[in-house]
């Protein structure tokens, strides 16, 4: 990093960290809301099944990935009486789902199945599905299982939340754990978290932003988080340990910041634009499922730079000689 921006950066440290905590702040909200944008689809533009959705679309009013089937196992499938009355429940059903029709009850294998045909797309449809559920619930006819497209992809997005907790249990305890063994005991040992938080808030509000206008994959959550914290704790251990050898040599922790961001920073700078190069190569592939998890892969080296030329410099300064300096746990315990 140039010595000029590294200065600037130091002089207005105060501003630029409460502006990346107000970007931590944005970004925790964006991420609870995130999920109700996500969806996977699968279509591949220009091939005859994605042709056959665009007709049906627009002939006939249906989106096969905005169907709901509704399935209710009764004893009886051919009784006309529980027929005209699930037929009934199944329309009244239909109204609580905008552009929804309940189509015809049909019968197979001991039950009653039908769907409540729409023109939403996956996004919007799996947020009906609850309310489906609890109105089949409180009919108070035989139970109704509510299943679809939609409503798969609104049940998936709680196993793959489960799923991010777990590994986020396993990885960030581990990654401690090796920041602890390379950096030993010191305040510097926390810098890679920040890092990470931040730089994970901030993809996660483009993200945010992007799924609003054009579908995105529900795993672009999982890999921005795995991609942000690897990035984060390889260039906060590379920025560091320069710095700690900077402050040998340097007058001042200033002068030994502005020593690190002009090496350290600078490999950080060149490493982040690399793979953000690679990941979007994925923006070339023409499937939508794939260019998804390509921005996320592409937003995360981005947010990574940007976070290393401004608020890892401002960490350092606050960390310090004191912060850097590693506690010899063994002379402390001998001390006391």
Known sequence: MPERWTRAVLRYRVPILVCW???????????????????????????????????????FG????????????????????????????????????????????????????????????????????TRLRMFLLAAGGPRAYVTGQPAIQHDLEPVLSSDLRRGEAIAL??????????LGLSWVVLVPFVFAA???????????????LFPMVSYVTNLVELIGLGLAVDYSLLVVSRYREELDRADTADAAIVRTMATAGRAVFVSGATVAIALALLLLVPVPFVRSL?????????????????????????????????VQVAAFLRSR
């Open 21 to 59: 905590l107000a970007v931590l702040g944005v970004g925790v909200v964006a991420s609870i809301r995130l999920p109700a944008l996500l969806s996977n689809t699968f279509t591949v533009p220009g091939t005859d099944s994605d042709r056959a959705r665009v007709i049906l679309a627009r002939e």
């Open 294 to 326: 390509g921005v996320g892969g592409f937003l995360v080296p981005l947010a990574s730079i940007a976070a290393a030329a401004t608020l890892q410099p401002v960490l350092l300064s606050f960390a310090g000689r004191r912060g850097a300096r590693r």
């Open 173 to 182: 305890p581990i990654a401690l754990l090796i920041l602890v063994a390379v």
């Open 198 to 212: 931040c730089t994970i808030t901030l993809t996660l509000i483009a993200v945010y932003a992007i799924a609003r």
């Open 62 to 129: 249906e989106r096969p990935d905005g169907v709901f089937t509704v399935v209710f196992p009764v004893p009886r499938p051919s009784d006309r009486a529980v027929r005209a009355r699930l037929q009934s429940e199944l329309r009244a059903a239909a109204r609580l789902v905008p552009t929804g029709r309940a189509g015809q009850l049909q019968s197979g294998g001991g039950i009653l199945f039908g769907n409540v045909n729409t023109t939403l797309d996956l996004q919007h449809a799996k947020g009906y599905t």
